[in-house]
Structure formats: structure tokens, C-alpha cells
């Protein structure tokens, strides 16, 4: 049954891949309104873009959507979103709901850059957050991070911790880790987390808009790049598929509860490990599988073997870290609220087929097919 609200929920990162899902979710379920911020020189360059995502998501069907998305020229980074106070203003008394999904989830960005984007941004969202609550209105805020604020910390992480003493691996960790401090800071908000691991395409048509993290590896072995990667072969790998994401945030974020609460949306038992995986993919590419060494063995094997190639190591090293994870994500609290409706995470073996299909099919993304044609089959 469709949800009906006077107010609109605000979603950043629309243009994203995990924006963009959730976006879907909220125009497919409900009758609500979305304003959806979006980097853009004005309105109609920032409405461009939001046209070709509702095209991207629904095809021919587009149409019927575009007069419930306010597409607004913003800068998450900026004071006051880059926005004149009264526009600040009359959106945050129009919101209700605010979903901060936007994010920088590069590896490699130098640690100010990481958090400009990814902490500053967090910032500005918790202060118009703020600012509808002054105006009566705001019910939820919910604040997209990753699991992998765990950092380096190995065993069971729950979703009631953060710092465990844990360092980290890169940048992207780091300030994801800050950002969700910022967040437990505003006590006096109705705030709910959400930590998705690895989010992967969807599971039913394989439908992807970002070929990174796990597909590098796989693209780089499909093409012969590999034939030794630096690894423990029972590391679990701890992948969603991105329509059991939008799924759960959706469900967590609109629905009641939850206030306070942090979950994770992970494969948790389901997750699957780093031999798993080789054997999976030799499979399905009819390849030997890679050879499997110590992080220290490989980085001596790399040196000379001719089936490492550069180009492969420069890509994926700085995924190789995960490789070698002892993290296991507990997401008790999320399954207990979410199975209940219905909405359960998938083993990566029972879909992995479908990603791999939907990757070769698109020339790993240089030949697009979007999400509507992939999931009309």
C-alpha cells in the first residue's frame, strides 16, 4: 500500500547508484515528493540530470515520475549546501525525512579531499536535519555509512559498536568512521544508520552502475591478469546485492522504529570467502583458478611472474587489503527487523552467475544497458 505524506523526503546521492535505488523505492512505493540535491551549475542543469536517472531507472515509464522530483543545484560541501537562507529554509520545512546517501567511496583520495566530501557533507545535511527539526517537521534522518567503519578490527563487529580501537585501511574508511561520529554527536536528532558491506548488482537481472570494487578483481581475472592474488582463503567476503539494500533502507528509514538504531546490511552468515569466490569465478570463465598466497609471498611473486601484469596490480591493490579481512559483521538486529518483511539477504554463490552474465553482457560497462531494459529481461 502506497505511503501518503503532505511532506517530502530529501535524498542525496540520487544520481548514484545506491541513490538512484532509492530513489526508485520512494517513487514506486510511495506517493511522496523527492527533493533531491544534486551538483549542477543551476535548477536545469541539476533537472538534466535527474531526467537521465529517471530514464536510467524506468525507461519509456519515465515520464509518469518527473513531476514528483525536485531536482535542486547544490553542494553538500558547502556552508548552508551552497543555497540562499530562504531556500534553506523552505525546504527544510517541507522535509520530513532525510536520507544522506552521497558519498565519495574512493580508496585513494588524500585524506582532506576524503573528508570534505564524505565529513563536511555529513555536516551540512546534519545542520538542515537541525534546522527541520526547529520547524516541526523532521521524523527521520538516516545516514547511509559501510560496515567497513570497522577498520582493521578482526573477529565479530556488532552494530551497536564503532570505535573499537580500530585503524584503518585508506581514506574512504577514515572519514566514513568520522562521519558517523558526527552523526552520534546529534543525540537530539532522530537519527538511524545504515551500513551496507559491499553492495553488488541486483540480484534478479544482474543490473549494476558502477563495475567497481569486487568487479575489478573479477574483470581483471576474466581477462587472464591473475593468476596468483594476495589472499586467506577462508577471508569472508561480505557482499549485497543492491536491491536488497535499497530494500532495507527503504523499509528501515520510512518505516516505525529504528530511531537511535544502527544496523547492518550485510551478508553476515551468508557471507561468502575469498575461496569461494576464485572458485566461483574459474568456473564461470573456464579459467584455472588464481593461485592463492600470503600478502608477503605475493608481493615477492609480483616481482617476477608474467602472469601479474602491472596494469592489474595498479588497479586492484588497493582492494587487495580485503582480501586477507578478519571481520565478521553481526547483523542480528537488522535481520530481526527486516526478515519479518519479507526482505532477506542472498549467499553471493546464489546470484554471482547473474552479475557475471550482466557484466559480460555490457562489456563491463562500455556498452550500457539500463536498469529498465535489464529488468524487463
Known amino acids: 500500500m502506497a505511503l501518503v505524506s503532505p511532506q517530502a523526503v530529501l535524498i542525496t546521492g540520487a544520481t548514484g547508484f545506491v541513490g538512484m535505488e532509492l530513489l526508485a523505492r520512494h517513487l514506486e512505493r510511495s506517493d511522496r515528493h523527492v527533493i533531491a540535491p ?7 542543469a541539476a533537472a538534466d540530470r535527474i531526467d537521465g536517472v529517471l530514464r536510467e531507472l524506468f525507461g519509456a515509464s519515465a515520464g509518469r515520475y ?12 558547502a556552508p548552508g549546501l551552497g543555497l540562499p537562507q530562504r531556500r534553506l529554509e523552505e525546504i527544510a520545512e517541507r522535509v520530513d525525512h532525510i536520507i544522506h546517501s552521497a558519498a565519495s567511496v574512493s580508496f585513494s583520495l588524500p585524506i582532506d579531499e576524503a573528508r570534505a566530501i564524505n565529513v563536511d557533507g555529513t555536516r551540512r545535511l546534519l545542520q538542515l536535519a537541525e534546522l527541520a527539526r526547529e520547524r ?12 567497513y567503519v570497522s577498520g582493521t ?3 565479530r563487529f556488532r552494530e ?18 568520522e562521519a558517523e561520529q558526527l552523526v552520534r554527536a546529534h543525540g537530539e536528532l532522530p537519527t538511524t544508520i545504515l551500513r551496507p558491506s559491499i553492495v553488488v548488482g541486483d540480484r534478479r537481472s544482474g543490473w549494476t552502475a558502477a563495475f567497481n570494487v569486487l568487479y575489478w578483481p573479477l574483470r581483471a581475472f576474466a581477462r587472464g591478469l591473475y593468476s596468483a592474488v594476495p589472499a586467506i582463503p577462508s577471508a569472508p567476503v561480505d557482499v549485497v546485492s543492491i536491491d536488497y539494500v535499497a530494500d532495507a533502507i527503504y523499509d528501515l528509514c520510512m518505516g516505525p522504529g529504528g530511531v537511535g538504531e544502527t544496523y547492518h546490511l550485510t551478508a553476515g552468515a551468508h557471507a561468502s570467502s575469498i575461496a569461494e569466490l576464485a572458485e566461483l569465478a574459474s568456473r564461470y570463465f573456464h579459467r584455472p583458478p588464481p593461485r592463492v598466497l600470503a600478502p608477503a609471498e605475493f608481493a615477492s611473486f609480483a616481482e617476477t611472474a608474467t602472469g601479474v601484469r602491472r596494469s592489474a596490480l595498479e588497479e586492484s591493490q588497493v582492494l587487495f587489503p580485503y582480501f586477507a579481512i578478519r571481520t565478521v559483521f553481526d547483523d542480528t538486529r537488522a535481520r530481526a527487523r527486516l526478515e519479518p518483511a519479507g526482505i532477506r539477504v542472498s549467499p553471493l554463490a546464489d546470484y554471482l552467475e547473474r552479475l557475471l552474465d550482466f557484466a559480460t553482457r555490457t562489456r563491463w560497462g562500455k556498452r550500457p ?9
Request: proline residues 0%; hydrophobic residues 40%.
Open 38 to 44: 544534486v551538483r549542477a551549475a543551476d535548477d536545469r
Open 153 to 155: 578490527h578482526a573477529g
Open 369 to 377: 544497458l539500463s536498469r529498465a531494459a535489464a529488468l524487463a529481461g
Open 160 to 177: 551497536d559498536e564503532l570505535d573499537v580501537g580500530q585503524q584503518f585501511r585508506n581514506t574512504y574508511e577514515q572519514s566514513k568512521f
Open 66 to 77: 518527473g513531476e514528483r522530483v525536485e531536482a535542486v543545484a547544490a553542494d553538500l560541501t
Open 136 to 147: 516541526g517537521g523532521l521524523e527521520r534522518y538516516c545516514h547511509v555509512s559501510t560496515a
